[in-house]
């Protein structure tokens, strides 16, 4: 099910410009892990977070989280897939783990079900 993007965050904006790349990365993360290089002024612009940081990892199965999130960094990545129907169709029967480090490198991966 695809849901409309009701919810707006700090990071929406970002996460929905970069929509097309996080769509080719979970597509090509068939094979093996795909990783996408941000820029720190990219989230640091949005919101200075210097005490908890940016980082979260994140697993998505049918196009909902399977873990307990606690950044609204993910939590608005995960609206922007929930509002993609191709993110829904990747999703339904492979799970994806959204990793993002400390270096702001967002690691994308397929996991075994």
């Known amino acids: 099910m695809v849901r409309t993007a009701t919810y707006e965050g700090k990071y929406t904006h970002l996460w929905q410009k970069y929509k097309p790349v996080l769509l080719k990365l979970m597509v090509e993360a068939q094979n093996e892990p795909q990783t996408y290089q941000f820029q720190?002024?990219?989230f640091s612009d949005l919101n200075n977070q210097k005490r908890t940081g940016y980082t979260f990892k994140m697993e998505v199965f049918k196009n909902q989280k399977q873990n307990k999130l606690s950044s609204s960094v993910a939590t608005d990545l995960l609206s922007i897939l929930q509002s993609s129907e191709k993110s829904?169709?990747?999703t339904q029967e492979t799970k994806y783990q959204f990793q993002l480090d400390k270096k702001f490198v967002l690691?994308?991966?397929?996991l075994e079900n």
């Open 107 to 110: 690691e994308v991966s397929r």
């Open 40 to 42: 720190q002024h990219e």
């Open 88 to 90: 829904d169709e990747l």
